[in-house]
T-cell receptor, first 108, second 116 residues
Framework: GQNIDQPTEMTATEGAIVQINCTYQ??????LFWYQQHAGEAPTFLSY????GLEEKGRFSSFLSRSKGYSYLLLKELQMKDSASYLC?????????FGTGTRLQVFP | DSGVTQTPKHLITATGQRVTLRCSPR?????VYWYQQSLDQGLQFLIQ???????AKGNILERFSAQQFPDLHSELNLSSLELGDSALYFC???????????????FGQGTRLTVV
């Protein structure tokens, strides 16, 4: 999806920690977003990074390295309801470009 | 509820037909984005409007067009429909004037278009 790369699928166990990586084209970069999307539903906003470093929000954290064109979303204490697609999106000037998403399956 | 409203929720139509999808952004949001999501695919950016003007264009087919009206609602027109146009069409809106560029986009629930 327009120079954004994420793994297609990941699996994890309830209660575990999972890290979803995203690499992106750095030209025109103006911020990195993570969204969660359950099947057939609208994406919902999870996090936003524009400066390097880690942003923590409860069980979810997101990290950004602008020089490397790299971000990750960290999900802790996984719950069954976290089974969803996780979309990485970069802001290119003032439009959002999404990756194809990582489908995460959480097993009991 | 994101505050973004899309109608209709579902649409079934025949090949060769034309349809119009409608989006009402969140109150105060000036930017509207349209995305297409085919089955098991990612979100494909189609087009963005800001305060009535086209701002950015993605992989939008010539058979598709959009506009944003003075009241900021937007319509996506899809014509000469083909089977491959069957997809979820999402509209998203964001505040770009008062809060600058560093704002997330909020998505509507989408219109599921089925072309038969």
């Amino acid at each position: 999806g327009q120079n954004i790369d994420q793994p297609t699928e990941m699996t994890a166990t309830e209660g575990a920690i999972v890290q979803i990586n995203c690499t992106y084209q750095t030209s025109g970069f103006n911020g990195l977003f993570w969204y969660q999307q359950h099947a057939g539903e609208a994406p919902t906003f999870l996090s936003y990074n524009v400066l390097d470093g880690l942003e923590e929000k409860g069980r979810f954290s997101s990290f950004l390295s602008r020089s490397k064109g790299y971000s990750y979303l960290l999900l802790k204490e996984l719950q069954m309801k976290d089974s969803a697609s996780y979309l990485c999106a970069r802001r290119d000037t003032d439009k959002l470009i999404f990756g194809t998403g990582t489908r995460l399956q959480v097993f009991p | 509820d994101s505050g973004v409203t899309q109608t209709p929720k579902h649409l079934i139509t025949a090949t060769g037909q034309r349809v119009t999808l409608r989006c009402s952004p969140r109150s105060g949001d000036l930017s509207v984005y349209w995305y297409q999501q085919s089955l098991d695919q990612g979100l494909q950016f189609l087009i963005q409007y800001y305060n009535g003007e086209e701002r950015a264009k993605g992989n939008i087919l010539e058979r598709f067009s959009a506009q944003q009206f003075p009241d900021l609602h937007s319509e996506l027109n899809l014509s000469s429909l083909e089977l491959g146009d069957s997809a979820l069409y999402f509209c998203a809106s964001s505040v770009t004037r008062d809060r600058g560029l560093n704002t997330e986009a909020f998505f509507g629930q989408g219109t599921r278009l089925t072309v038969v």
